[in-house]
């Protein structure tokens, strides 16, 4: 079946994914290969960051989104996913790890994981939004992830006694007052989900409005 080029992300906005792509990667290359050149970092650790993981997943997206421009469901679903995480990944950082050493290789790695690759990525989601609804049911599918990781981050950190963030560590604050913390940025990542889900919801219709208004 033949796709609709209305339905076809611009040419120019491909190119600028994979130039994103390929910037987001060499980040995640200089701080890798920065670190092995560290005593005693672990690549296990490294791929232990959330921050980490949710810009490879960027990677993933961009590259892919860009060579490929896929509008299946399932590829809508896992764009708006990676959005929502590295949405996460810019708002934690700003709130909570701006002021501390997050174990980047250079300022400007740092700035493209945590602070350009958020809006980016999410930017992409409201210009080019998804072809299909996604209900809000859905968009707290997309909450799995998250949850998945700080069952590893808990259950690893007692074992190898290290903890990926401040916030996740029972060390220093106690059991207690780290779980209240958890259970407010699971509150937090539940709107986060949802404002994502609408933001593209809001782009959908802004674009769908202005394809109606150019065919007629």
């Not at 210009?127 to 049911?137: G, M, Q, Y």
Request: proline residues 5%.
């Amino acid at each position: 079946m033949a796709v609709d080029p209305r339905n076809r992300t611009s040419v120019a906005l491909r190119v600028l994914r994979v130039g994103f792509g390929v910037l987001t990667a060499c980040a995640l290359g200089t701080i890798l290969f920065a670190g092995l050149d560290t005593e005693g970092f672990s690549v296990v650790n490294y791929f232990s960051y959330f921050t980490v993981l949710s810009n490879v997943m960027t990677v993933v997206v961009m590259g892919v989104g860009g060579l490929l421009d896929p509008t299946g469901r399932s590829w809508q679903l896992f764009r708006g996913a990676v959005t929502l995480y590295m949405v996460i990944t810019g708002i934690i950082y700003a709130v909570l790890l701006s002021n501390i050493d997050v174990g980047v290789a250079a300022d400007w790695t740092n700035e493209v994981v945590h602070r350009i690759m958020p809006v980016v990525i999410l930017l992409d989601w409201v210009l080019v939004p998804a072809k299909t609804r996604i209900t809000e049911s859905q968009s707290l599918i997309w909450l799995t992830f998250p949850l998945v990781y700080g069952a590893y981050s808990l259950i690893r950190g007692p074992i190898v006694d290290w903890y990926p963030y401040p916030f996740l560590d029972p060390r220093a604050q106690g059991y207690p007052a780290m779980i209240i913390g958890v259970l407010v940025l699971t509150v937090a990542f539940v709107l986060m989900a949802l404002a994502v889900n609408a933001v593209g919801r809001l782009g959908g219709r802004w674009r769908h409005g202005a394809d109606a208004s150019a065919a007629v």
